[in-house]
């Protein structure tokens, strides 16, 4: 089962992340060049600091965002990392795969915490 982890797909996903995250089109011609198999399967994805998350699918908006740009978010992961002690308790409600959630935990390793709360079941 092709996924973003065989080497084609790798390969593309690093040709976007060079481009800009403003270049205009950019998810639209990744969406186009995902062929439907590849989009619609589980999919192992890695972040820019070294975080790999299971995704249901690459079509979530989240997913996709993490394939392209290798962050989700990242005006908001500054945020809290400018924000948070190393001895914080952090709260995410609405974890989702934990796209800020594996962030966080690494940032608080020394003595803080992340408590993920997730309401769907997938």
């Given at each position: 089962m ?10 593309l ?16 011609l990744?969406?186009f ?6 989009r619609?399967n ?5 972040d ?6 299971m995704?249901?699918?690459i ?8 394939w392209?740009?290798?962050v989700y978010e990242?005006?908001v ?7 948070v ?12 795969i934990?796209a800020l959630?594996v ?5 608080l390793?020394?003595?803080?915490s ?5 309401a769907a079941?997938s």
């Amino acid at each position: 089962m092709p996924n973003a982890s065989s080497i084609p797909v790798r390969l593309l996903g690093r040709a976007f992340r060079m481009a800009p995250s403003w270049v205009r089109g950019k998810g639209r011609l990744a969406r186009f060049l995902l062929n439907r198999k590849i989009r619609d399967n589980p999919t192992e994805i890695g972040d820019r600091n070294g975080n790999v998350m299971m995704l249901p699918n690459i079509r979530e908006p989240l997913a996709l965002s993490l394939w392209l740009d290798g962050v989700y978010e990242p005006e908001v992961i500054g945020f809290l990392r400018s924000s948070v002690s190393p001895r914080s308790v952090v709260v995410d409600v609405g974890a989702n795969i934990g796209a800020l959630t594996v962030p966080l935990a690494r940032m608080l390793n020394q003595g803080g915490s992340v408590v993920a709360i997730e309401a769907a079941p997938s």
